[in-house]
């Protein structure tokens, strides 16, 4: 998977929710905590995070907040 020294990170337009979102670089598909820039950082493959928001958009993981 490529890799760049300065990622383009955005948030979702829907993401004013007092911080509790993700932050997703599509120029390497990944993901990370928005409130947790230096941690972890998640890679995923565009055919797999495609997936992961169809999946959401349909429902498909549920509406409950996770605890």
Not at 39 to 53: E, H, M, R, Y
Request: with cysteine; hydrophobic share 35%; aromatic share 8%.
């Amino acid at each position: 998977m490529p890799r760049t020294e300065s990622p383009a990170w955005f948030k979702s337009s829907y993401s004013n929710n007092g911080g509790q979102c993700i932050e997703v670089a599509t120029d390497l598909t990944a993901i990370r905590d928005s409130k947790d820039p230096h941690g972890p950082v998640l890679n995923a493959s565009p055919t797999s995070f495609a997936a992961f928001v169809a999946g959401v958009k349909t429902g498909k993981f549920g509406t409950s907040e996770l605890r």
